[in-house]
């Protein structure tokens, strides 16, 4: 005699029926061959990435090649019914993987970023280290031993235990600060035994991620000081780690793949860590494009 079947444990209906539909959701609209977008759901979606993206395209980093990528993406995966929301959540988790993966970097750089928490600290860093390096009156030695006296620590020897050859750089925000989402930015790179660097960056924030404006930034990349040129995507995380900082990493555009229910993605390159000093409020959770200029100062770090 066969055995009667079970009855279902209470609630594996419902579950079912819930991750049915959550996969449903996901796949292809009705009414798309395919899956793919009608015109007037593709004019729809660069409406609204062209409203995201505007002050991104209309800054100096507008004609880079990593926009126009992320462009394109953006605009297929919301006329095929994805979202901004998505991609921003899949840049927090990658981030957030990142973080965990360099924590012990995380934990000096935020011992370094905590010593510019004086708006003194930063003031003397801004005018006795990195505005004379910008203008070409210090040498990569002096910059950096100017750097570690306005410190009071031997900044790159503290960092360089937890990641070897990368490089730091110690950034400070632009007198005027972040002004409608669009954050300027100046500092020192270098590492040990490699050219030292000045570098200039603008940040722009995207859709409602504008996070407090940085006063201050501790940053880490793997690479050497003057590969530090170039566009970057960073996520910030907020204040979830050290009260009154914020942690972050950000990541390259490299092209474009398809996740497993066929929506376009970025294939994100890796780009670096960092902590930020908040310029007032809470730091929160942002989004931003990053362009950054790097120019050579003259001899290495010892």
């Known amino acids: 005699?066969?055995?009667?079947?079970?009855?279902?444990?209470?609630?594996?209906?419902?579950?079912?029926?819930?991750?049915?539909?959550?996969?449903?959701?996901?796949?292809?609209?009705?009414?798309?061959?395919?899956?793919?977008?009608?015109?007037?759901?593709?004019?729809?979606?660069?409406?609204?990435?062209?409203?995201?993206?505007g002050r991104v395209k209309q800054s100096r980093m507008g004609g880079r090649r990593e926009v126009a990528l992320l462009e394109e993406c953006l605009v297929e995966r919301?006329?095929?019914?994805?979202?901004?929301?998505?991609?921003?959540?899949?840049?927090?988790?990658?981030?957030?993987?990142?973080?965990?993966?360099?924590?012990?970097?995380?934990?000096?750089?935020?011992?370094?970023?905590g010593a510019l928490r004086p708006p003194g600290v930063r003031q003397r860093l801004r005018h006795e280290v990195i505005m004379p390096a910008g203008a070409g009156r210090l040498t990569g030695q002096e910059a950096w031993d100017a750097a570690d006296a306005v410190m009071g620590r031997r900044v790159l020897r503290e960092a360089e235990p937890a990641a070897p050859?990368?490089?730091?750089?110690?950034?400070?925000?632009?007198?005027?600060?972040?002004?409608?989402?669009?954050?300027?930015?100046?500092?020192?790179?270098?590492?040990?035994?490699?050219?030292?660097?000045?570098?200039?960056?603008?940040?722009?924030?995207?859709?409602?991620?504008?996070?407090v404006a940085a006063a201050a930034k501790v940053s880490a990349s793997p690479c050497a000081p003057q590969d530090l040129d170039g566009f970057a995507v960073c996520c910030g995380l907020g204040g979830t780690l050290?009260?009154?900082?914020?942690?972050?990493?950000?990541?390259?555009?490299?092209?474009?793949?398809?996740?497993?229910?066929?929506?376009?993605?970025?294939d994100w390159r890796f780009d670096g860590v960092s902590v930020a000093v908040s310029g007032g409020g809470e730091i929160q959770v942002s989004i931003g494009f990053e362009y950054s200029i790097v120019t050579n100062l003259r001899g290495q770090v010892a």
């Not at 029926?17 to 292809?28: D, Q």
């Not at 954050?183 to 040990?192: H, P, T």
């Not at 474009?256 to 929506?263: A, E, Q, S």
Request: charged content about 20%; glycine content about 14%; some cysteine.
């Open 165 to 211: 050859a990368w490089s730091l750089v110690l950034g400070v925000s632009a007198e005027a600060g972040a002004v409608l989402g669009v954050e300027g930015s100046r500092g020192l790179s270098g590492a040990r035994h490699r050219n030292v660097c000045v570098v200039d960056s603008l940040t722009v924030a995207v859709g409602l991620y504008a996070g």
């Open 242 to 266: 050290y009260v009154g900082l914020g942690v972050g990493a950000g990541f390259v555009p490299m092209g474009i793949i398809k996740d497993p229910m066929g929506l376009p993605m970025i």
């Open 78 to 113: 919301i006329a095929r019914g994805g979202s901004f929301e998505d991609f921003a959540a899949d840049l927090r988790r990658r981030a957030e993987a990142e973080v965990a993966r360099h924590r012990a970097l995380i934990d000096r750089l935020a011992g370094l970023a």
């Open 1 to 53: 005699m066969k055995s009667m079947p079970r009855p279902a444990a209470p609630g594996l209906k419902k579950a079912a029926r819930e991750a049915v539909g959550h996969l449903k959701s996901r796949l292809p609209l009705p009414g798309r061959p395919g899956g793919d977008p009608s015109p007037a759901e593709l004019a729809a979606a660069r409406v609204e990435v062209n409203g995201l993206l």
